[in-house]
């Protein structure tokens, strides 16, 4: 915001305590969630919960869905459960805390998405949100100061300043900048790509090789994905 000499302020912006508290509530809940579940049946879980509340906010608003659509969420679930049902998370045990506390972090994303759809200035809007957030992430970090004598490296606090202030930085501002331009459901759809891209990494950083079942659900995710976001005409 600086750099583009623009005031963070606007009176056109849209920007809320309800934006930095559900932004806080997703990075905080899945943060201490991961402690006590598995990374897949943690995904599973956490985007699980933002799709039931992304839809069940479609049905319950005057927003209008064609049935392809629908069809085209239906595809893309059933990719997305296909991918992580076979493996990990069959294996899996599962944590009431760790389950508790990452429904809670897709409760408040799906909050945080849903308001971005309101967002007339994203880059504004994102600013003030993390912001504001730090309000609640100043008591939170203290405490755990407190409880715990934390072991802090040079390499481990720069690659949480990168992960915060870079990478999540600047994608919650493009997330802010193309949600308005999407219906509810396309908002929620397209996040299922999320684990096919995690996955992936794991191929090209970590060595992992590429299962019939990671390309069968990559088929049925991005088939769905493109079946929202075609154009009736």
Known sequence: MFLNQKRIAKPNNNASWLGALSLFGYCAAFSYAYLHLDTALGALILFGTVQLVIIGTSITSSEKTSLRTWGGVVLALCGFAYLMF????????????GTGLMILSGISWAIYTLLG??????????????????????PLAASFLFLHSP?????????A??????????????????LPRLTRLQAGVIQLNVPIVAALGGV??????????????????????????????
């Not at 076979?86 to 805390?97: A, L, M, Q, R």
């Not at 072991?151 to 690659?159: A, E, N, R, V």
């Open 204 to 233: 090209i950083f970590v060595g992992e090789s590429i299962t019939l079942s990671f390309i069968v659900a990559t088929v049925l995710l991005l088939g769905g994905v493109l079946i929202t976001l075609v154009p009736e005409k």
């Open 117 to 138: 759809r309101k967002s007339e200035t994203p880059l504004a809007d994102s600013a003030i949100h993390f912001s504001r957030a730090l309000y609640f992430c100043v």
């Open 86 to 97: 076979p493996t990990e998370v069959n294996e899996s045990k599962i944590s009431v805390v």
């Open 161 to 178: 300043i990168a992960s915060g202030a870079i990478t999540s930085g600047m994608g919650y501002a493009i997330w802010y900048k193309v």
């Open 151 to 159: 072991y802090i490296t040079t390499k481990g606090l720069f690659l």
